[in-house]
């Protein structure tokens, strides 16, 4: 990412500013998969819910930042000296992972490396990682078309940009604060599938409603963002449920290419349905409640093989 990041500030071209975002996204997927794999190497299951609340926290926290500051900093001091200090920063946290984190000892009974090849054949098989990563891409494109098309649909409806823009981000904002609650709830109760189950209704009845009942968009904008916070924390705390620990690192790759096709298919279909049915934003958010009942069908079948995920 470092390397990425500082060719992309000094390129000139457009060919050079693809060529380094690309080489960027290869290091920054990385991260990506590792950082939860880091979590599940310190905390215990029975622990992980306060853990995993907070680094969830982080993705939205860091998502609004950006949408806030970077715009502001680019136009007084120039893009390329933001993207140097995102580089700054990078190598900040960098270096404090050098020097200040120390990985856990794990003990190494694992099986043998017969049972392992067995087991790495039975993946493909596996239904509980499949499941989840239909319940991580169906969120991820439930919440990327929602961003991407809320904020012309509450102009639509009268409301000026800055208020269209501030109801749209709820989805996003409401995690930042509430992520670390779930996890504590998490941790206290053990309440994994109840809680996105309760998330998914939520997003459903939110969905339903936010394109029929105008008079209330502040009511459904914040049930939505409620609704919307249990679902990755737990989709990340039950993966160690639904995998063997050797396959932990492949279950995560698997969810990250969930979310980047989730990310990719939301705004996509949503776009399109909208083009389709002459700007009728209700038929729209109709499909997104039904997207719900998608996560909620694929919750129902999951079984990570222990008896405390119910």
């Not at 290869?26 to 992980?48: D, H, K, R, S, W």
């Not at 502001?72 to 995102?86: A, H, N, S």
């Not at 779930?182 to 189950?197: A, N, R, S």
């Not at 996560?295 to 995920?309: H, M, P, Q, V």
Request: contains cysteine; neutral net charge; proline residues 3%.
């Amino acid at each position: 990412m470092i390397i990425g990041l500082t060719a992309f500030s000094l390129s000139n071209s457009f060919s050079m500013l693809l060529m380094y975002r690309i080489f960027t996204g290869i290091g920054a997927t990385a991260l990506v998969v590792l950082a939860p794999l880091l979590i599940t190497m310190f905390f215990e299951q029975e622990n992980i819910g306060v853990a995993m609340g907070i680094f969830h926290a982080a993705v939205p926290f860091g998502t609004v930042v950006a949408a806030n500051l970077f715009g502001v900093l680019g136009e007084r001091i120039k893009w390329r000296f933001t993207i140097l200090g995102i580089v700054a920063f990078v190598g900040m946290v960098l270096a404090i992972s050098f020097f200040l984190l120390s990985l856990p000892k794990r003990d190494d009974n694992m099986g043998s490396n017969e049972d392992r090849q067995d087991s790495q054949g039975k993946f493909g098989s596996n239904w509980s990682l499949w499941l989840l990563a239909c319940i991580w891409t169906l969120a991820n494109a439930q919440l990327l078309a929602y961003v991407t098309f809320a904020p012309q649909y509450f102009q639509k409806v009268g409301m000026s940009i800055q208020k269209a823009g501030l109801l749209s981000s709820f989805i996003m904002l409401f995690p930042i604060f509430l992520s670390p609650v779930v996890g504590i709830i998490i941790d206290k109760t053990g309440w994994k599938k109840q809680l996105l189950l309760m998330g998914a209704v939520l997003m459903g009845i939110s969905f339903a409603l936010i394109g029929k009942d105008t008079s209330n968009s502040v009511l459904w904008a914040t049930i939505l963002g409620i609704g919307f916070t249990p679902i990755p924390v737990i989709v990340f705390i039950l993966l160690p449920e639904g995998v063997e620990e050797h396959q932990m690192g492949m279950g995560l790759g698997v969810l990250t290419a969930a979310s980047n096709l989730g990310i990719t298919i939301g705004p996509l279909a949503f776009g399109s349905l909208i083009d389709k049915t002459g700007g009728n934003f209700y038929i729209g958010f109709i499909v997104l409640a039904l997207v719900s009942m998608g996560i909620i069908l694929a919750l129902a079948g999951f079984n990570g093989g222990r008896k405390d995920i119910y």
